[in-house]
């Protein structure tokens, strides 16, 4: 089975703090990707992953940053916390070969003071 | 603009009848069509997903269908189960798009005994 963890289920954090989310899979997955859900706005694409230090942006990148070193990790980051970013993201992996079902991991769900 | 439209936010409907979950997409160049279902607390899982070559395709309880004239989509399931409930998200891939899918924003069914 594959697997994708999130290093927090729940994160609360300051406005203007530096956040980091972590995301592994443990199935050597290619592709890696960063979602955000909000309520009647679904998932949108924050950023993604196909390759080690490879990156793309995806439709809101805005106020966000990643860093893919291994394989298996890629890490979201907040530089500077804001209340609008509020939310529950999520992470996902997909290998070279199914690209288009992606496996996703539980989510964290960070609130913004 | 959302190019992936799930015109209802809910649906309830009682165990053993029909669920009917519909999709609209505005763009002709998505060529592939996939249905998610997420559980509160748990990422979302890949349910089934359809090809544009083809108009339907079935999985057990699980069908979808596929108007690309209308740039429509459906998942029917039959029959309808508790479990079932969740929030189903349908979600959409072009070929140019590098496995980026683009996701509606989702309908809450609740089947109920």
Known sequence: DVKVTQSSRYLVKRTGEKVFLECVQDMDH??????????????????????????EKGDIPEG????????????????????????????????????????????TRLLVL | DQQVKQNSPSLSVQEGRISILNCDYTNSMFDYFLWYKKYPAEGPTFLISISSIKDKNEDGRFTVFLNKSAKHLSLHIVPSQPGDSAVYFCAASAISGFQKLVFGTGTRLLVSP
């Open chain 1, 64 to 107: 966000y940053s990643v860093s893919r070193e291994k394989k298996e990790r890629f890490s979201l980051i907040l530089e500077s916390a804001s209340t609008n970013q509020t939310s529950m993201y999520l992470c996902a992996s997909s290998p070279l070969d199914q690209q288009e079902t992606q496996y996703f991991g539980p989510g």
């Open chain 1, 30 to 55: 290619e592709n890696m990707f960063w979602y955000r859900q909000d309520p009647g706005l679904g998932l949108r694409l924050i950023y993604f992953s196909y390759d080690v230090k490879m990156k």
